[in-house]
């Protein structure tokens, strides 16, 4: 069964929830690439990218849409997947291939994933939080510490 509660062990989404949202940032995608980023840039007040990650399993390409924070020529993303007790897939691929494909307003670039620090941490989270105050409620949700991810350019 599909738990979608916020229980303090966070949310389960199963396959009914997981193949939701593949299908809603598929078309996010494909709306984001057609307007160059005019339309689907921006969700909740905050920018949003494309994330093109390689599978761990299948080594296929697999694209997400994601909120960030620009931070000097770096980007910095949240591995949230709304306070699941589990990582979202796109955070467990760039773990293992972290070399990563980044769209913005319709540039490209390759990009170097990596989780931040612990001194990254603390220096992002509060603006992430104000970026985005969901994140917080996302991270009282879960067990798990909700990975800050930076993408630095290569």
């Not at 939701?20 to 949003?48: D, E, I």
């Not at 910095?76 to 913005?104: C, D, K, M, Q």
């Not at 620090?117 to 985005?132: F, H, N, S």
């Amino acid at each position: 069964m599909t738990e979608l509660s916020g229980g303090r062990r966070g949310v389960r989404w199963g396959a009914v929830g997981r193949a939701v949202t593949r299908a809603v940032s598929a078309v996010h995608n494909r709306v984001y690439r057609l307007s160059g980023g005019r339309l689907g840039g921006r969700l909740f007040k905050s920018p949003v990218l494309l994330l093109t990650t390689t599978g761990r399993k299948s080594g296929q390409l697999r694209t997400v849409p994601l909120l960030y924070l620009a931070d000097g020529d770096t980007f910095v993303i949240v591995a949230s997947y709304g306070g699941s007790a589990t990582h979202p897939v796109w955070f467990l691929n760039l773990r293992a291939h972290p070399e990563v494909e980044v769209e913005v307003a319709g540039t490209r670039r390759r990009m170097r994933a990596g989780v931040a620090t612990a001194a990254e941490r603390r220096r992002l989270w509060p603006r992430l939080v104000q970026m985005y105050a969901s994140y917080e409620t996302y991270q009282e949700r879960t067990e798990r510490k909700i990975p800050v991810v930076v993408l630095r350019p290569v």
